[in-house]
Nanobody
Framework: QVQLVESGGGLVQPGGSLRLSCAAS????????IGWFRQAPGKEREGVSC???????SYADSVKGRFTISRDNAKNTVYLQMNNLKPEDTAVYYCAGGNERGGSSWCLWPRYFGSWGQGTQVTVSS
């Protein structure tokens, strides 16, 4: 059974850091594109960052220079290190797995992902 489980969310002050984890079971995530998405209340789900099977990464402009995605194949886990968090980063964060499409321009689009985790809440507030 394919499953993705996010963890690491929480409440943090502006300027703080969090590291989200996406643990996979039932498949090896190293063969797939893995994306991080977020959805704030009243807004559409948006791509935050992604990593493809060859290790290529993409970031939304709003998080470039602050967020870093990485993958640990031995632990079958993808991480999202989030630094210098801002109130506008507040959202439910989801990880998702999608079949490879070549390159990395596709992997910030939710429609290309078929397996989703349940989400983890990130709240940035003083």
């Amino acid at each position: 059974q394919v499953q993705l489980v996010e963890s690491g969310g929480g409440l943090v002050q502006p300027g703080g850091s969090l590291r989200l984890s996406c643990a996979a079971s039932g498949f090896s995530l190293s063969y797939y594109g893995i994306g991080w998405f977020r959805q704030a209340p009243g807004k559409e789900r948006e791509g935050v960052s992604c990593i493809t099977s060859d290790g290529s990464t993409s970031y939304a402009d709003s998080v470039k220079g602050r967020f870093t995605i990485s993958r640990d194949n031995a632990k079958n886990t993808v991480y999202l290190q989030m630094n210098n968090l801002k109130p506008e980063d507040t959202a439910v964060y989801y990880c998702a797995g999608g079949n490879e499409r070549g390159g990395s321009s596709w992997c910030l689009w939710p429609r290309y992902f078929g397996s989703w985790g349940q989400g983890t809440q990130v709240t940035v507030s003083s």
